[in-house]
């Protein structure tokens, strides 16, 4: 079966500092894959999405950056976090069949002080 | 960007009472999803309507795609505690496409 992981859950960063929050996909290969930011208790902002190794498509012009150094993992990462980053951030994949319906990850809560 | 407005945003009501949830949009979507997230965890699927005029029942929950494609509603019948959350919508902006665009949820607290 396939599952979708993200971590760490929960990280609290001071402004100024980097970031890096990892996601990978098992029982699959190239998978579509994806990461959202929700402000709280709202809809969620695509802000990438990758189609393949190296591929990277961003949605929205900001401080952070992805990478797919790997078939099955994505992540998320920022030299310098602004308060404006804290956020819930949501890894997804297509699942399987890729019929455009996102499987998401556990999530990951960032508070930036 | 192709927005989905969602409507309440917020809503409170008795156990076994019903609701409506609508998603609208100016936009034609290919297909429209449903999700619903408790707080901390990520949004889970909920259900797809792919037709105009589709209506698609889960178990209490009824969702319609409007004949346009533009619009969906989603119908709960005697709504039970464990109906609390954030409902989102998604939209697929055309076929095959490689992103979905989120609504702006509705948070349904169903008090027992």
């Known amino acids: 079966s396939q599952t979708i992981h993200q971590w760490p859950a929960t990280l609290v960063q001071p402004v100024g500092s980097p970031l890096s929050l990892e996601c990978t996909v098992e029982?699959?290969?190239?998978?579509?894959l994806y990461w959202y930011r929700q402000a709280a208790g709202r809809g969620l902002q695509l802000l990438f999405y990758?189609?393949?190794?190296?591929?990277i498509s961003s949605e929205v012009p900001q401080n952070l950056s992805a990478s797919r150094p790997q078939d099955r993992q994505f992540i998320l990462s920022s030299k310098k976090l602004l308060l404006s980053d804290s956020g819930f951030y949501l890894c997804?994949?297509?699942?399987?069949?890729?019929?455009?319906?996102?499987?998401f990850g556990e999530g990951s809560r960032l508070t930036v002080l | 960007t192709q927005l989905l407005e969602q409507s309440p945003q917020f809503l409170s009501i008795q156990e076994g009472e019903n609701l409506t949830v609508y998603c609208n949009s100016s936009?034609?979507?290919?297909?429209l999803q449903w999700y619903r997230q408790e707080p901390g965890e990520g949004p889970v699927l909920l259900v797809t309507?792919?037709?105009?005029?589709e209506v698609k029942k889960l178990k209490r929950l009824t969702f319609q795609f409007g004949d346009a494609r533009k619009d969906s509603s989603l119908h709960i019948t005697a709504a039970q505690p464990g109906d609390t959350g954030l409902y989102l919508c998604?939209?697929?902006?055309?076929?095959?496409?490689?992103?979905?665009?989120f609504g702006t949820g509705t948070r349904l607290t169903v008090i027992p």
């Open positions: 997804a994949w297509t699942g399987i069949l890729n019929t455009g319906e996102l499987f």
């Open positions: 029982g699959t290969s190239n998978p579509n």
């Open positions: 990758s189609v393949g190794i190296g591929q």
């Open positions: 936009s034609v979507f290919s297909s």
């Open positions: 309507v792919v037709t105009g005029g």
């Open positions: 998604a939209g697929a902006p055309q076929t095959g496409a490689n992103n979905l665009f």
